[in-house]
């Protein structure tokens, strides 16, 4: 019945129409299968190429202070804020929380006075009512209990609402204006102090803090640090204290929400921590162990003096060794001592019958570390191998990169056994090489996680696709994989890459950890794989410990690489966009062949042809964009310029005669987002 209405109701209003009018009235294409006037739409015969890539108001704000500029470096008034932490930490076994006391302080580097401070309190998720994302807690906890503030000595009211106060301004915030600090959001992810006094530029303050947070424990916990204990035995502390959230020259202080699929985005600064467990439970954590002759046995480190000495693992507490006087000394709780200079975050492990053992890796131009790992005796089958995965990563990735810059690394076994802190990994064999990678992002590159994940993922499974290949004995595979991307471009629940990550839903998968690698084997396909790696490396030698952004990244890597790559950064970074290329005709032409190559998709890219030939010794002519193979085939490669001028269709004229030609292949390496690869090749299959 409603069928009929419509229908009736259309031709009602049709016939209404004035004569002259119905006669301009598009008609149907046939061929298309839609209106004339509709054709340009959906079949244009030109597009326009965008060279360009967007800067939205942060970056412009970043370089007109200079902070940052076109070079892709820092600029010469770049500054970030840095923290110093002292923690002292106690577990409590009974109630599986931890009891905890810090100072830190606050080096404002910035040219801006500080009116509020915002504080990151991750474990506030695991309260029952609180914003998350994918990630579901073990258990429902009160969350990070705050029990006092204070700040150079004044204490903060905790009972204030201070959600009314004007804000004013990016940055610092208003004014003051009350003579009492005040904070508002301690029972969220992110809290905000609003200073009596603000903090001047370029000087320093004190904020301490009393706190507390049970570790949740359970089987309901789904996704990486929703389960932090195995019942009273084990606990693996994660993102576990009050941080100070990111404050930046881009866009002020950090206040995304930790939603728990997104990770970091933290200060650099040092961290002098202290943890009070019961004795004979071994610790492990960020940092270097500043007290081994108060907490280990002198077997214990008798055996540590020799772990430096060769690739042989070395057990260093035993599955016998359990219980004060056997794992550690004497007593009834220990407190354990560690630094960490030049960090982003703090982790630790503690359990009451860990098995430690020890190997080492050399760093080129740096020497021997060692590398910890703690595991239960039920679980050791799972550590077979980390010794030797751990030790090749990361001599495999100080060589691709810059050296490992930290004094040593440690695997913690427990219930997440996917996750990465500075010179800790939450991992087991299976997932090592993944976790070590995230040493250099962001553990020493300072990225956003929290908005670019893929700056941080998706190089990491870039440089796995690497050290995989490396451990391997074989070839890189590279090839293919910026193709495939043709195969999912397209798909409405994508996000590019350039959008949040936090907010990326059930695209975070595919957005932040895939398609970086499929970008960079285009970039290799334009200017070669190695050219790529130097330059990722001299990039990350210049970011480190420094908190690059997208724009930094796109700058310095297209000035590295001496070329003009603002088309290809828009479209893989800010579009979901393929080339979608294909073969439309060959055609003898003067003596040569003339290929025509069509681009359906918006995204240009370099014309790459392989021609092979029925003699290898045929004739040919010698051209400037061609390199003979050792098979004698060539290749033959004209640049993306040549779509600029806005054309979908590319006279490739080659040099040889046809009838001397045996096979033409469109983007042999499969470097080039493309939906079918069985339009690539002449003569058609």
Do not use: C
């Not at 009116?115 to 991750?122: E, P």
């Not at 969350?143 to 204030?160: N, Y």
């Not at 703090?346 to 760093?363: E, S």
């Amino acid at each position: 019945m409603l069928r009929t209405v419509t229908l009736v109701s259309a031709t009602f209003a049709f016939a209404l129409i004035p004569a002259p009018l119905q006669a301009q009235q598009p008609k149907a294409n046939t061929v298309a299968g839609a209106p004339a006037a509709l054709r340009p739409m959906i079949e244009s015969k030109t597009r326009a190429i965008r060279r360009d890539v967007p800067l939205p108001r942060s970056i412009r704000r970043a370089l007109a202070a200079n902070t940052r500029n076109f070079t892709g470096k820092p600029g010469p008034n770049y500054w970030q804020l840095e923290t110093d932490f002292e923690i002292y930490a106690h577990l409590d076994r009974k109630t599986q929380t931890i009891f905890g006391k810090e100072t830190i302080t606050v080096h404002n580097n910035s040219p801006d006075a500080l009116s509020r401070i915002v504080l990151r309190l991750d474990h506030n998720i695991f309260r029952p009512r609180i914003q998350r994302g994918s990630s579901v807690p073990a258990e429902l906890t009160d969350g990070m209990v705050v029990t006092r503030i204070a700040i150079d000595g004044e204490q903060v009211d905790l009972t204030s609402r201070s959600r009314g106060r004007r804000r004013g301004g990016r940055r610092g915030g208003d004014d003051g204006g009350n003579n009492k600090a005040s904070v508002s959001g301690l029972q969220q992810t992110v809290a905000t102090i609003y200073l009596a006094k603000p903090i001047p530029a370029k000087s320093t303050a004190s904020l301490e803090i009393e706190w507390n947070t049970k570790l949740p424990g359970g089987n309901a916990g789904r996704g990486h640090r929703m389960t932090q204990r195995w019942d009273d035995t084990l606990f693996q502390p994660t993102q576990w204290f009050p941080r100070l959230a990111k404050y930046d020259d881009m866009r002020g202080w950090d206040t995304n929400p930790y939603l728990g699929p997104s990770e970091f985005y933290n200060n650099f600064g040092r961290f002098d921590v202290r943890f009070d467990v019961p004795a004979g439970w071994i610790v492990t954590a960020t940092g270097v162990l500043q007290n081994p002759q108060d907490v280990l046995t002198k077997t214990a480190r008798e055996r540590l003096s020799h772990v430096l000495e060769s690739d042989d693992e070395i057990t260093i507490v035993g599955p016998d060794e359990v219980g004060p006087g056997k794992s550690t000394t004497t007593g009834n709780r220990l407190v354990w001592h560690f630094v960490a200079d030049k960090v982003n975050d703090f982790a630790w492990a503690t359990a009451q019958n860990f098995v430690w053992k020890a190997t080492r890796a050399t760093i080129p131009g740096k020497g021997a570390i060692p590398i910890h790992m703690v595991f239960l005796p039920e679980r050791a089958n799972r550590f077979a191998r980390a010794g030797r995965i751990t030790r090749h990563a990361l001599e495999f990735y100080s060589k691709l990169w810059v050296p490992y810059p930290f004094p040593q690394l440690t695997m913690q076994d427990g219930p997440s056994a996917g996750m990465e802190y500075p010179m800790v990994i939450n991992s087991n064999q299976g997932a090592a090489d993944h976790e070590v990678a995230h040493q250099w992002w962001p553990m020493m590159v300072g990225t956003n996680e929290t908005v670019y994940g893929w700056m941080d993922e998706g190089f990491n499974s870039y440089m796995n696709i690497l050290s995989g290949a490396d451990s391997r004995g074989r070839k890189p595979g590279i090839d293919g994989r910026g193709a495939s991307y043709g195969q999912r471009s397209g798909n409405e629940s994508e996000a590019p890459m350039m959008w949040t990550a936090n907010y990326a839903g059930s695209g975070y998968g595919f957005q932040t950890y895939a398609k970086a690698p499929l970008m960079l084997s285009m970039l290799g396909g334009i200017v070669g794989d190695k050219a790529v790696q130097e330059a990722m490396r001299a990039y990350s030698g210049e970011w480190a410990f420094k908190h690059p952004s997208p724009w930094d990244f796109v700058f310095f890597m297209s000035n590295e690489l001496n070329m003009d790559l603002g088309w290809f950064w828009y479209y893989w970074l800010w579009t979901t966009e393929s080339v979608d290329g294909s073969i439309e005709d060959v055609q003898s032409s003067g003596g040569g062949t003339t290929v025509t190559v069509h681009q359906a998709g918006q995204m240009p890219s370099p014309v790459v042809l392989h021609v092979e030939f029925k003699a290898p010794a045929a004739q040919r002519e010698n051209m400037a964009n061609a390199v003979t193979q050792e098979d004698g085939s060539v290749i033959v490669t004209w640049p993306a310029s040549v779509w600029f001028g806005g054309n979908r269709s590319f006279a490739a004229k080659l040099g040889f005669a046809k009838s001397n030609i045996a096979k033409i292949t469109l983007d042999p390496g499969g470097r080039f987002p493309d939906a079918n690869k069985q339009d690539n090749t002449w003569p058609k299959k």
